[in-house]
């Protein structure tokens, strides 16, 4: 039996500061990212994006789904102090 997307999600926390970091090396289709509500400094914001940029910025609670063949493909930092960011990838 294949996999088909859904099967074997993997889900986790990762704390984020200003240097930029990679998501878990884990395999997926797809990796949902959220600002936790409650694990961030109060008012700062999650950059999402790539190695060399994170542009997208998620306030606390928001979260964004990116379609990418691996979770580490995505890079997350902060602003200026430090957030959590919960993610759940999919295959």
Known sequence: MSQ???D???AGTQNANV???PLPNQPCSAVMIQNDPNG???GELLCVGDV???PV???AGQAI???CSNADEVYIATGS???TANFISVF
Do not use: F, M, V
């Open 57 to 59: 910025r998620l306030n």
């Open 81 to 83: 102090s430090t957030a």
């Open 52 to 54: 060399n940029s994170q």
């Open 19 to 21: 240097t930029p970091a």
């Open 65 to 67: 789904s990116i379609a």
């Open 40 to 42: 961030n400094s109060e």
């Open 4 to 6: 088909s997307s859904g």
């Open 8 to 10: 074997s999600p993997k």
